[in-house]
């Protein structure tokens, strides 16, 4: 189980993220939502490691992470939202680079990867150069890196991203896939209509607080909407988009 218990980080004294806890257990989808500026790309890299928290814990199979933060990284896949990858090298090339970081032996890595460039549609490009790859393709590398090491826990930060119809259709059966067989999965998305699919919880961020946490059915019920949609827009008090619509025409016409 991953455990979040008041987490907080402040720049130059002002939260990001302010007193935010969540757990995912075994099988579970967490679905993480937001408006822009509402903590959630921050509680990704206090996540991953990539920037220390101010306050709080993150606990992992009941142990505090940051007490060896390198052998809780081995356990996790991450898919980021931007794609930096090294331009110069072939997907293959790729791959098994992240396999060797990883530690896995080259009798698991050479099979899994070949593996997953094929079913992932990539095996007629594997030697091509990262940089003359498409979003989309450079998206399947990602995921493809983040799977490689058969992780407990999948951090996924808007992995749809430039995905074709087809790839998202089998990546979305994939993660109820990898949550059947008893993974844990974080995941950050702007896409409320796939997060109501395939997530078995929410936790919706306002301005770096948590604004709600529960099952999607549940809060659609509590908050009287048809849809994730309409519950996200009345907890983060979005503006009404016909409204907004109507001003961008008025302000075009004038």
Excluded at 192 to 216: P, Q, T
């Amino acid at each position: 189980m991953l455990e979040v218990r008041g987490l907080v980080k402040r720049y130059n004294r002002i939260p990001a993220v302010d007193g935010v806890s969540f757990t995912i257990a075994p099988g579970e989808v967490l679905g993480y939502l937001g408006p822009n500026g509402a903590g959630k790309s921050t509680t990704v890299k206090i996540l991953t490691g990539l920037i220390e928290p101010t306050e709080g814990k993150i606990l992992f199979q009941g142990e505090d992470v940051h007490r060896d933060f390198t052998a809780f990284q081995r356990r996790l896949g991450y898919v980021p939202e931007e794609a930096h990858l090294y331009p110069h090298l072939g997907g293959r090339e790729y791959l098994q680079l992240v396999g060797r970081l990883r530690g896995l032996p080259r009798r698991v890595l050479e099979p899994r990867m070949d593996e997953l460039l094929r079913l992932f549609g990539l095996w007629e490009d594997r030697h091509s150069p990262l940089s003359s790859y498409s979003k989309g393709m450079r998206q399947k590398i990602l995921l493809s890196g983040a799977l490689l090491h058969n992780p407990e826990l999948l951090i996924l930060d808007e992995p749809f991203s430039g995905l074709d119809v087809n790839t998202a259709l089998v990546l979305r059966t994939l993660l109820r896939g990898l949550a059947a067989e008893g993974r844990m999965i974080f995941y950050s998305s702007h896409v409320l209509e796939v997060v109501e699919r395939i997530c078995s919880s929410v936790l919706i961020l306002r301005k770096g607080r948590v604004a709600a946490h529960d099952r999607v059915e549940r809060l659609r019920d509590l908050m009287s909407q048809a849809s994730l949609e309409g519950v996200f827009a009345q907890l983060t008090q979005q503006e009404d988009p016909e409204a907004r619509v109507r001003g961008i025409l008025d302000a075009i016409r004038s």
